[in-house]
Antibody, heavy 118, light 110 residues
Framework: QLHLQESGPGLVKPSETLSLTCTVS?????????WDWIRQPPGKGLEWIGS???????YYNPSLRSRVTISVDTSKNQFSLKLNSVTAADTAVYYC???????????WGQGTLVTVSS | QSALTQPASVSGSPGQSITISCTGT?????????VSWYQQHPGKAPKLIIH???NRPSGVSNRFSGSKSANTASLTISGLQAEDEADYYC??????????FGTGTKVTVL
């Protein structure tokens, strides 16, 4: 059973960079899937942040594109998210997930809460 | 990109059927058969229950069904059960090679 686990700081200061890593286990990241980051502010809905293929092709939400970088490290079976110049509006539970092309995300991490506060 | 539009809440009694709509545009829902639906219980990660408009992943109850007409996709839950009380989100591929979620619908079992 494929397992995804998010890791990273739970508290980030305003204007700094949020950095998260998703470790994939019981399966290879070097496969014909896409690897997504999705977030959910407390009490609010889901927002797709972006995705990467194992070869490093990336796609980003236009509203976040100027601040987001998603990268993949196949040697570690991990992919990462960097979001710079964060504000309180970036406070959310961040999920990583595997997506089967356009056909939806079938495996998700448990999510990690990142709070932006001084 | 704007979030797809879903009703904020839908309710029904046990055993009834309910339908949740997801309205987009010809650049997302209406343009592609890449609509998926997710169920999310409080404090949990979303769970994929429908992909490619109307297909159920293995293990998902056949009480869940999906369809699409023009720019609106729909999720129907038949034989409503207490365990179906959750938030539901649609998601669609877009012409910009991105994905967009719906605003979310809270389902209450009366």
């Amino acid at each position: 059973q494929l397992h995804l686990q998010e890791s990273g700081p739970g508290l980030v200061k305003p204007s700094e960079t949020l950095s998260l890593t998703c470790t994939v286990s019981a399966g290879s990241i070097s496969s014909s899937f896409f690897w997504d980051w999705i977030r959910q502010p407390p009490g609010k809905g889901l927002e797709w942040i972006g995705s990467t293929s194992y070869s490093g092709t990336t796609y980003y939400n236009p509203s976040l594109r100027s601040r987001v970088t998603i990268s993949v490290d196949t040697s570690k079976n991990q992919f990462s998210l960097k979001l710079n110049s964060v504000t309180a509006a970036d406070t959310a539970v961040y999920y990583c997930a595997r997506r089967v092309g356009g056909s939806g995300s079938d495996y998700w991490g448990q999510g990690t809460l990142v709070t932006v506060s001084s | 990109q704007s979030a797809l539009t879903q009703p904020a809440s839908v309710s029904g009694s046990p055993g009834q059927s309910i339908t949740i709509s997801c309205t987009g545009t010809s650049s997302d829902v209406g343009g592609y058969n890449y609509v998926s639906w997710y169920q999310q219980h409080p404090g949990k990660a979303p769970k994929l229950i429908i992909h490619d408009v109307s297909n159920r992943p293995s293990g998902v109850s056949n009480r869940f069904s999906g369809s699409k007409s023009a720019n609106t996709a729909s999720l129907t839950i038949s034989g409503l059960q207490a365990e179906d009380e959750a938030d539901y989100y649609c998601n669609s591929y877009t012409s910009s090679d991105t994905y967009v979620f719906g605003t979310g619908t809270k389902v209450t079992v009366l």
